[in-house]
């Protein structure tokens, strides 16, 4: 077999095919990195957008961008390690690690990793949310961080909770199914809920997890007395940019020897149709979140209930808005009674204003466990539920809550019956930007048909009425109703999608579903008796921005209303995008050439995208020029100027030129390459250097020519192509030319990149060529980099016309600067042919 210089045996016909099988998948791969890249900087720009205008932007769009931008950049890694090898893997590691700030506002981003079954409060903070659930994490903040008065307890940890599932093998059967629930079906979701439910119910806990939790209570009993529990949900992604509100179960007044049981019936609880339908809704995978569990000393409350540190839907009011019934909070938060309500200044804490409630029971502790109602004395029913001292207490915890955390919240309390003041939780407030103005849009002609409801969400919204009083009405609930009900109740949240407006007689702003309604952005109305005064079927136009009913459609309101229910993104959700924006769209990485331009520098998504963009074209390069054999598997170009070029398509099948001995220069389909060879032919093939004045130089000098070039000599040219792509390497001679270009409509996909090396006279000769062509390119905008006489340029982000006129002017400086380095025996003379140059090709025609 013959053998090529250096001894390297010649490759076999099929060798080469495979060489070609090979970078056809590689341009592949580095054209979907291209568009994927693109991708993700379009929806960080959309993200960037909403931050400015905040026009359109809600907890849903958040989510929505951040799971694109986070799956776009994952592919993008697996199309650079696909490209360029395993050297690229690290960037995995380096996603994780931006993952890992991004996980609160994404759950699922965040893996559970190895920890203790049971942490007690006082070794928790914020900072392992994604071990115990946000709201176990925040109680041990709030205690050891903010030195509030919270109750004594313990988490158990969502590795727990993978345990458990693992000794039980229960995932596959979760995931089966899950996978077959029909979200738009109640019945389906209760199917599902019903099966997953007695499945954790028959399963054991297993050994280590239930004597971690029986010795931690003994630990709780020592440090606390406590004899009771509660038994309290704190899911992974719960009470984050998601609140999961009301959609898992928690147990009051449990005894030490149920702990265990109850902590099973938790886990359970995981899998309500509610809980269900909110996973599925929101697109959340449930094997992505783990149950934590929180075992909290149980308060015997005198009086329980909510602060809002801002009112959610008027908050320019700079109230604490504070909601509050006797006895144990439950009937508050599931809407079984409406509360009082205090409306408190934030400035000089005075009372602007309240309403107290008829409130005829209260829930109460059983002394065998569990609860139970009780009757609150008549001479009390329509009391204050809370004293002005404790009312002026709490709004000052509410406040520091708020300047903690940053943004405002939505904090639980409670009022033991010796009068000490407990926070129990507290998570992010959705709160409007805008108010609704209740004076605009009424109709002049149309009286009220029922008024005097308390705003939940504003808007208005026309449809028939539908009546509802449990779960088992729910299958019936038709598409667009107005659903009314007397009391809020879980299942709501799995309609609310469905319906066009909430209205309930009972409950107020502060229960679950009203958290639920605001979620959802459903204009609802709280608080206004209309059971007896509404019929089914019959068409209302509600407006819950004055609370108020309307008989028929008023489309001319539901259109005036229209803003003040348009997602104007709330306070809260704009703090979360601040820091959402932090880790994905700054760039650090800007210059290629530095040193630093390496993988473990990449901090953000924009980072990962600008790295693996720079190292695929320059992978995409390298593979081209190797490519084996490309004179042979390739088709020769019929042109008038004199070049061996061989052409191979890469989004043509191979067999399309088979037999061919040569392709036409108006057959390339290669609009980058076109727009090179266009000013290649114009120069056309030069028979000597480029004239001085008068004078021409004419062939060769003998200076720096006894090398052997014998070898790089006989090397051909080649082009590999596709309609918007080209890499085409030129060999004149003794140097060696190679562009590549993306030439397409979409700017953020183009580029341009040139490689220029080596000539046939001395080094400084063709160090000052390359010094003359850095000159040009320098000043129609490329970034250039030389050593000694290696010189390369780049340029992108460019319109589809000014990429064919970069092209252009680069196919006639290739031919222009073809042996010009044999003429430049100084300074003078290279800058001579500088600014002619420059003439020419700047000042000259386009493309």
Not at 498 to 507: F, M
Request: glycine share 8%.
């Amino acid at each position: 077999m013959k053998e090529l210089p250096g001894n390297h045996r010649q490759s076999s016909p099929e060798d080469e095919r495979s060489a070609l099988r090979i970078i056809q998948s590689k341009f592949n791969d580095f054209v979907a990195l291209l568009d994927g890249n693109n991708s993700v900087l379009k929806e960080v720009s959309d993200l960037e957008d909403k931050s400015r205008t905040g026009e359109g932007l809600d907890i849903f769009y958040v989510r929505e961008k951040l799971a694109l931008i986070h799956a776009g950049v994952r592919a993008i890694i697996d199309r650079m390690v696909a490209v360029g090898g395993a050297k690229y893997a690290p960037l995995y590691d380096r996603l994780s690690e931006i993952e890992s700030g991004l996980g609160k506002y994404l759950p699922g981003l965040q893996k559970v990793e190895p920890d203790d079954y049971t942490i007690p409060f006082d070794r928790l903070t914020r900072e392992r949310v994604w071990s115990v659930g946000s709201k176990n994490a925040q109680l041990g903040e709030m205690k050891a961080r903010l030195r509030l008065q919270v109750p004594d307890g313990f988490a158990i940890s969502a590795w727990a909770y993978r345990r458990f599932v693992e000794a039980n093998r229960l995932q596959s059967k979760f995931t089966e199914l899950m996978s077959s629930a029909n979200m738009r079906s109640y019945e389906d979701l209760v199917r599902v809920s019903d099966e997953i439910r007695t499945l954790v119910s028959a399963s054991s806990v297993p050994a280590e997890i239930a004597g971690a939790i029986r010795g931690s209570l003994a630990d709780l009993k020592r440090r606390s007395s406590a004899e009771r529990f509660s038994m309290r949900s704190s899911a992974i992604g719960e009470d984050t940019l998601f609140s999961f509100a009301g959609q898992y179960a928690s147990y009051l007044n449990v005894r030490g020897r149920e702990l265990v049981d109850r902590y099973r019936d938790v886990l359970a609880s995981k899998f309500t149709p509610q809980a269900i339908f909110y996973l599925l809704s929101h697109s959340l995978n449930e094997a992505d979140l783990a149950m934590s569990v929180g075992c909290v000393a149980m308060i015997d409350a005198a009086a329980s209930g909510v602060a809002y540190t801002r009112d959610p839907v008027r908050p320019r009011d700079r109230c604490v808005l504070v909601n509050s019934i006797y006895g144990l909070g439950r009937y508050l938060v599931d809407g079984t009674l409406t509360p009082d309500v205090f409306r408190v200044s934030r400035d000089d804490k005075s009372i602007q204003g309240m309403e107290i409630a008829d409130k005829p029971i209260r829930l109460v502790p059983r002394e065998e466990g569990g609860t139970t109602d009780e009757p609150v004395p008549a001479s009390e029913r329509r009391q204050p539920s809370i004293s002005s001292e404790l009312l002026l207490e709490l709004t000052e915890i509410a406040i520091k809550l708020e300047q903690h955390y940053g943004f405002p919240q939505d904090v639980e309390w409670a009022i033991d019956k010796r009068g000490r003041l407990y926070v129990l939780q507290t998570r992010p407030l959705q709160v409007l930007h805008g108010e609704p103005d209740i004076l605009k849009a009424v109709p002049s002609s149309r009286e009220a048909f029922l008024c005097g409801g308390t705003t939940v969400f504003p808007g208005a919204a026309i449809g028939p009425v539908f009546k509802v009083s449990s779960a088992r009405d729910l299958p019936n609930v038709p598409e667009g109703s107005v659903l009314v009900a007397q009391h809020p109740f879980p299942g709501l949240v799995t309609v609310m999608k469905r319906v066009s407006a909430l209205v309930t007689e009972v409950g107020g702003v502060v229960n679950h579903a009203a958290t639920l309604a605001r979620e959802y952005r459903l204009p609802s109305i709280s608080g206004i008796p209309c059971l007896d005064r509404l019929s089914d079927g019959a068409v209302v136009t509600v407006d819950a921005s004055a609370g108020t009913i309307y008989s028929g459609a008023l489309s001319d309101l539901v259109s005036a209303r229209r803003a003040d229910s348009s997602p104007q993104a709330d306070l809260a959700i704009h703090q979360i995008l601040r820091e959402v924006l932090s880790k994905i769209a700054p760039l650090n990485l800007v210059n290629p050439a530095d040193s630093g331009f390496i993988i473990e520098n990449c901090a953000t998504f924009h980072d990962v995208t600008r790295f693996t963009h720079q190292k695929a074209v320059e992978e995409m390069f390298a593979a081209a020029e190797g490519l084996k054999g490309k004179d042979r598997i390739g088709v020769r170009l019929d042109s008038e100027i004199p070049l061996d070029m061989s052409i191979i398509f890469m989004d043509e099948s191979y067999g399309k030129y088979a037999g061919r001995d040569s392709v036409a220069e108006d057959e390339i389909p290669s609009g980058p390459m076109l727009a090179f060879w266009k000013g290649v032919r114009l120069e056309g093939w030069p028979a000597s250097a480029p004239p001085i004045g008068r004078r021409r130089i004419f062939g060769t000098t003998a200076e720096g020519f006894n090398r052997d070039k014998t070898a790089e000599y006989s090397q051909s040219s080649f082009a590999i192509l596709s309609r918007e792509y080209a890499i085409v390497g030129l060999h004149m001679g003794y140097h060696f030319t190679t562009v590549e270009a993306i030439c397409s409509q979409d700017l953020n996909r183009n580029f341009i990149r040139m490689q220029y090396k080596e000539g046939g006279s001395s080094l400084d000769r063709r160090v000052r060529r390359v010094r003359l062509i850095s000159s040009i390119l320098s000043a129609v905008g490329f970034d250039c980099e030389s050593a000694g006489d290696f010189f390369k340029a780049s340029i992108s982000h460019l319109g589809q016309d000014e990429v064919i006129d970069r092209l252009f002017m680069l196919g006639r400086l290739a031919i222009m600067t073809k042996q010009l380095d044999m003429a430049l025996h100084n300074d003078q003379i290279a800058e001579w042919y500088t600014q002619e140059f420059m003439k020419k090709l700047i000042n000259g025609g386009s493309a």
